[in-house]
């Protein structure tokens, strides 16, 4: 059954094989200004050993201490990655709270689910799962966004009870109640 799990070399292997997917569709590429594509490019070059995966995941891991160094506009985050057993299947990366740049074009949370694993109602159980821990963290409502296109996407964040605000900037803004009550209009 997946869950919610911190970043772990435990699931290295797996990991590994859904970066190259993600990479045969293109992410990572210098125009990715994804969670993921931004990765790739960071750390795909040490990835491969044991040593560089266990920074990689001592970084993601960092990231959700309020003190650790990070780059000007970055806020502090936590990421779970959605794992079943040892097999990864997707992560979620939940920011702490808004800056003027999150507010327009990012949100509170945002994920991506491999390849092989889409289709299969991951994004909708991981979204799920992230929200009772956002409210935990006293965000209530948290806002995601998707790019217009994203079907797929909208559709995960409408079936976590999202209410679209509106589009900025080709994306779609939606507030998401954590709290399982429902965003007042």
Not at 61 to 82: D, F, H, K
């Amino acid at each position: 059954m997946p869950e919610l799990s911190r970043p772990t070399v435990a699931v290295a292997e797996s990991f590994l094989v859904a970066m190259k997917e993600f990479m045969s569709e293109g992410r990572g590429g210098a125009d990715d200004e994804s969670m993921i594509g931004t990765e790739i490019r960071e750390w795909r070059a040490r990835w491969d050993t044991p040593e560089g995966f266990a920074a990689f995941v001592a970084a993601l891991l960092a990231q959700s201490e309020e003190e650790t160094p990070r780059p000007a506009g970055r806020v502090p985050s936590t990421t779970w990655w959605w794992v079943d057993g040892r097999d990864y299947l997707g992560r979620i990366t939940l920011r702490h709270r808004l800056n003027d740049r999150l507010r327009e074009n990012g949100g509170h949370i945002g994920y991506d689910v491999r390849p092989a694993a889409r289709r299969q109602g991951h994004a909708t159980a991981m979204l799920r799962a992230a929200l009772t821990r956002a409210h935990a963290m006293g965000i209530d409502p948290a806002l995601i966004t998707c790019d217009v296109p994203n079907l797929a996407s909208r559709r995960v964040i409408e079936a976590n009870g999202g209410v679209l605000d509106d589009e900025r900037q080709g994306k779609l803004r939606f507030w998401v109640p954590t709290s399982g009550g429902e965003i007042p209009r």
